[in-house]
């Protein structure tokens, strides 16, 4: 018996010692080394300090006029954003508006048509090509073709995509706030707007802050929407950094522009936590009262509530609308800018789905994305589960390194993958990556470490430590206890965590267009082509198709989610 006992003992601690070495060396070949690299070979070139990359750039004045034009870009960004995202979740959770339901679909719409998706809807909505545009131009001949372009046409794109974090996370703590607070409040006379202001937005505090630090990050790391709509006159510094990443001469001063955009986002994130730390926010009660829909007695701020909210859900809804129209019309008629039933055909689709090369790209989408999900799930299901169990030193390193992607900008991750891995390293094996087919699926991974590891982290916080002590008690191993007693009851979280991964990687693009291999484009590098002037009509209008299908995907994948947790919490309610 002691024997045996030994024996396992030997075998847990190989498997452990086994385990460590392996996730060791994958954390500082792939998270640590690229950046580590990308330091040294941008300010130490040869072993010693060089601050010439950095003055050089900074004496730039385009580069200059990139991070001004960021910086703005992030803090107009984060202004917008939150009007329009509370806005909504306003109208859809404590106002009572005619047409809710309508709204809350619409409201949703930036779940299912977003990143490069949208962008593409934009640019041949109000482009200078654009739909739109070519019938305004038969009306006023002398308009500017290129009217919906610069800052302008960048912050209306991204206001109104940028409502997701405010619909998802937002919006739920404005659910939990307990309706005997607002009513406390209307019993002793307060006015309602007087409610709003001093006791439901203070409670939405916390929520708003860190949906606002998320807006400032996306708009000060921009890439495809300034880079397909900006123009000349609007560029910033993720387009910046492409533009410099084409040519070995300049590919140190993306690197430096890389990093100093690394930079501002931990600086970012790093005083948002001490501001939060300190922060003396609204708690709530345990035990609530659902909260109630509230009218807007005077009839006129009604009207005026209710005709914006559907003005807001038509801007959101109209470009779906459009990419799914342009799917099944002819180029010609699309550059016309007309619109007819007897014009309509499943041409575009035949043309995908009969041809390797028009499936080629939806194929190695669906096939990174998915082999991306189930890698990171997979490694997470092992990590998070030894982070929960442990609680020490090893364990707090071992997670802080895993957020190292959540605090860089996805330019730095990529161009440290490409510089690094340009050549044969002791770290993979004497193995070059950098051209291969296998870079871009370390570098999806790599994105969805920080996500997936706080999903699937908490999911094991909340299992009930009884459930594992019973089946040992009952002299099950602790891998039967996992596969038949945990893993089940983590499935619906490990399948929700999956689905998002996939559908967020379908149009991946600020990774994708630096490590992609030639004869592999990912859809997000198509759909941006597509965009270019010097794309092929034909190749324009297979993007709408490719455009429907992710979308048709993403709205599977989120009524399955969501309406999975939505049941879940009506059993329980």
Request: aromatic residues 12%.
């Amino acid at each position: 018996m002691e024997k045996l006992s030994a024996n396992y003992r030997f075998k847990k601690n190989l498997g452990f010692t086994l385990l460590t070495f392996v996730l060791g060396w994958a954390i500082f070949t792939f998270l640590l080394f690229p950046n580590l690299s990308l330091l040294k070979i941008t300010l130490f070139p040869e072993g010693k300090f060089d601050a010439k990359p950095v003055m050089q750039i900074m004496h730039s004045a385009r580069v200059v006029r990139a991070l001004i034009h960021s910086f703005v870009l992030a803090v107009s960004l984060t202004v917008t954003v939150n009007v329009l995202g509370i806005f909504e979740i306003l109208v859809l959770d404590y106002f009572d508006i005619k047409g809710s339901k309508w709204l809350n679909i619409a409201f949703h719409s930036p779940l299912i048509c977003n990143g490069m998706v949208l962008v593409t809807a934009y640019n041949f909505l109000f482009g200078s090509q654009g739909f739109l545009t070519a019938n305004l131009m038969q009306l006023y001949p002398d308009m500017n073709p290129y009217w919906f372009r610069g800052f302008g046409a960048v912050l209306i794109e991204m206001t109104f995509a940028g409502t997701s974090n405010h619909i998802m996370f937002v919006r739920d703590s404005l659910k939990n706030i307990d309706y005997q607070t607002i009513e406390a409040a209307q019993n002793m006379g307060v006015r309602a707007e007087k409610i709003l202001s001093r006791v439901v937005l203070p409670t939405l505090k916390p929520s708003i802050f860190a949906a606002s630090i998320l807006t400032f990050i996306v708009g000060i790391s921009a890439f495809a929407t300034p880079q397909v709509l900006g123009g000349e006159n609007f560029e910033t510094i993720n387009p910046l950094v492409m533009s410099f990443s084409k040519t070995l001469t300049t590919r140190n001063y993306a690197a430096v522009l890389a990093l100093f955009l690394g930079v501002i986002t931990i600086l970012v994130l790093g005083i948002s936590n001490y501001i939060e730390s300190r922060g003396n926010y609204v708690s709530v009660s345990k035990v609530k009262t659902p909260l109630k829909k509230m009218k807007i007695k005077n009839p006129v701020l009604n009207g005026i509530v209710t005709v914006t909210a559907h003005i807001a859900a038509l801007v959101q809804t109209i470009p779906l609308l459009f990419v799914f129209i342009f799917s099944f019309m002819s180029v010609q008629d699309l550059y016309a800018g007309n619109i007819s039933l007897s014009n309509l055909s499943l041409n575009n689709y035949l043309t995908v789905f009969r041809s390797t090369t028009g499936l080629k790209p939806v194929l190695t989408s669906v096939l990174y994305s998915a082999a991306a999900a189930v890698t990171v799930v997979t490694i997470m299901l092992f990590i998070a589960r030894i982070l929960t169990k442990y609680h020490n030193r090893l364990t707090g390193t071992l997670e802080m390194l895993l957020q190292i992607p959540w605090f860089l900008p996805a330019t730095l991750i990529a161009l440290g993958l490409v510089m690094t891995f340009d050549k044969p390293t002791p770290f993979t094996f004497g193995t070059a990556l950098t051209g291969t087919v296998y870079i871009m699926l370390i570098g999806y991974i790599i994105l969805k470490l920080p996500y997936t590891l706080r999903m699937i982290k908490a999911a094991y916080a909340g299992l009930d430590g009884s459930l594992e002590e019973a089946a040992k008690n009952l002299g099950a191993s602790p891998a039967r206890t996992y596969l038949k007693v945990l893993f089940p009851i983590l499935w619906p979280t490990i399948l929700s965590v999956f689905l998002l991964n996939f559908i967020q990687q379908l149009a991946e693009y600020n990774v994708s267009v630096f490590l992609f291999h030639p004869m592999f484009q990912p859809l997000g590098v198509v759909l941006n082509t597509a965009t270019s002037p010097d794309s092929s009509p034909e190749a324009q209008m297979l993007t709408f198709v490719y455009s429907v299908i992710i979308m048709i995907v993403s709205t599977a994948t989120i009524v399955f989610v969501y309406g999975r947790k939505s049941a879940a919490l009506k059993e329980r309610g």
